[in-house]
């Protein structure tokens, strides 16, 4: 059974730093595509970022390119989003999702297919 618990989330003033955590159980993220959503309230679900199984793969969406790192550590079965020169707007519930395994299209939003419950990230001018 797949779980994905996030962590890192927090208060942070315009133009600092976080770094948010994703644990996986009940499988291995070395064969998943891994990615991060946010969504703000009233807002629907935005991709961030996704990494393909070689690890190194990755794509973002334009908002936050240039800006945000995705990473895993398949040795401790995690996944990472170092977010810098955070703004207002980077502010939403944080999640972290896996696709089916051995997806090749880690790229395509629609392909990720389950998710954790989130964590907070409150971003202030």
């Known amino acids: 059974q797949v779980q994905l618990v996030e962590s890192g989330g927090g208060s942070v003033q315009a133009g600092g730093s976080l770094r948010l955590s994703c644990a996986a159980s009940?499988?291995?993220?070395?064969?998943?595509?891994m990615g991060w959503f946010r969504q703000a309230p009233g807002t629907e679900r935005e991709a961030v970022a996704g990494?393909?199984?070689?690890?190194?793969?990755?794509t973002y969406s334009e908002s936050v390119k240039g800006r945000f790192t995705i990473s895993t550590d398949n040795a401790k079965n995690m996944l990472y989003l170092q977010m810098n020169s955070l703004k207002p707007e980077d502010s939403a519930m944080y999640s972290c999702?896996?696709?089916?395994?051995?997806?090749?299209?880690?790229?395509?939003?629609?392909?990720?297919?389950?998710w954790g419950q989130g964590t907070q990230v409150t971003v202030s001018s």
């Open positions: 999702a896996a696709s089916a395994p051995y997806e090749v299209f880690c790229h395509r939003w629609e392909r990720y297919k389950s």
């Open positions: 009940g499988f291995t993220i070395n064969t998943y595509c």
């Open positions: 990494i393909a199984w070689d690890g190194y793969t990755a």
